[in-house]
């Protein structure tokens, strides 16, 4: 089983910037679109950021996307208590003929 | 509003089968690829099979291929996971979601559990 790498966690304190990396191939990341997802405890994850830096109608703008090569990244500026949560990049690998998840990671407000 | 609803969980002895079921609404349904995707407990999200519009392309995970089998009725609004030789690893909240490769799955049920065990 294939997984995009994460670090598993970030903190910050609120109202500060935490960055989250997302690192793949060129036969996933590389070559196709990167979504992220959050995932609060004991909910359905939700589409957070798609085709690598689009937001989700309605969704407010503190969260952006962004990507090169084969690494991706979601940024979360103005921390607020209510973002700690599980975050996953997820990306079609070609050469597997499926999906792959990140390996996530938990953010803490602090 | 869209939505997604699952059903079919329950626990399930080692060997065992399961028909997942997902009723979606409030959308076109035959539009759109539909995948399933599943979480074991405490751990992070695993990629398990997608299916396309028309239902006539199927993709699995590894971990499932030859004993997983996605299916859809469009004219039911339905999309099922018929899952055999069931094992431990495979217990786990099983949800289905609408989306592809270039969209990411916009619309996600709220899961339902699979428990293998004796």
């Known amino acids: 089983q294939s997984f995009l790498t994460q670090t598993p966690s970030a903190s910050g304190t609120p109202g500060q910037r935490v960055a989250i990396s997302c690192s793949g191939s060129?036969?996933?990341?590389?070559?196709?679109?990167v979504h992220w997802y959050q995932q609060l405890p004991g909910t359905a994850p939700k589409l957070l950021i798609y085709?690598?830096?689009q937001r989700p109608s309605g969704l407010l703008d503190r969260f952006s996307g962004s990507k090169s090569g084969t690494s991706a990244s979601l940024a979360i500026s103005g921390l607020r208590s209510e973002d700690e949560a599980d975050y996953y990049c997820?990306?079609?690998?070609?050469?597997?003929?499926?999906?792959?998840f990140g390996t996530g990671t938990k953010v803490t407000v602090l | 509003e869209e939505q997604l609803l699952e059903s079919g969980g329950g626990l399930v002895q080692p060997g065992g089968s399961l028909r997942l079921s997902c009723v979606a609404s409030g959308f076109t349904f035959n539009s759109h690829a539909m995948s399933w995707v599943r979480q074991a407990p405490g751990k992070g999200l695993e990629w398990v099979s997608v299916i396309n519009p028309g239902g006539s392309g199927t993709n699995y995970a590894d971990s499932v291929k030859g004993r997983f089998t996605i299916s859809r009725d469009n004219s039911q609004n339905t999309l099922d996971l018929q899952m055999n030789s069931l094992g431990a690893a495979d217990t786990a909240v099983y949800y289905c979601?609408?989306?592809?490769?270039?969209?990411?799955?916009?619309?996600w049920g709220q899961g339902t559990l699979v428990t293998v065990s004796s």
């Open positions: 060129s036969s996933n990341i590389g070559s196709n679109y």
């Open positions: 979601a609408k989306g592809d490769k270039n969209t990411g799955w916009f619309n």
């Open positions: 997820a990306a079609w690998d070609d050469s597997l003929n499926g999906y792959v």
């Open positions: 085709r690598n830096d």
